[in-house]
């Protein structure tokens, strides 16, 4: 069963960083696109990044972490990875991995299961 798993979640200082992976399971699976969203306690779900991966992709962020943060795809792993640095204490939430992948000729969309960050100041 095709399913994102996630990882790299955790507690970190202000000014620290931290890098969070998305693991679409499943062999058959490709990823088509894949974003990053983080929900702080009492906000709506934001999206922080996103990699479109077919044709010539490219890839897009939040103002708010512009120059912080990078995500990259390793089509190798099939995986999705968020590059974190100098890490906010605004930047606390729990992040969920969203993918749309390629499944014997359908696409379908994806939610991981969500990672706790935590940034201290």
């Known amino acids: 069963q095709t399913q994102l798993v996630e990882s790299g979640g955790g507690l970190v200082q202000a000014g620290g960083s931290l890098r969070l992976s998305c693991a679409a399971s499943g062999s058959t699976s490709s990823i088509n696109a894949a974003g990053w969203y983080r929900q702080a306690p009492g906000k709506e779900r934001e999206l922080v990044a996103r990699?479109?991966?077919?044709?010539?992709?490219?890839?897009e962020y939040a103002d708010s972490v512009k120059g912080r943060f990078t995500i990259s795809r390793d089509q190798a792993r099939n995986t999705v990875s968020l590059q974190m640095n100098n890490l906010k204490p605004e930047d606390t939430a729990v992040y969920y991995c969203?993918?749309?992948?390629?499944?014997?000729?359908?696409?379908?969309?994806?939610w991981g299961q969500g990672t706790q960050v935590t940034v201290s100041s």
């Open positions: 990699i479109i991966t077919v044709g010539a992709g490219y890839s």
């Open positions: 969203n993918a749309n992948l390629r499944i014997w000729g359908a696409n379908y969309n994806y």
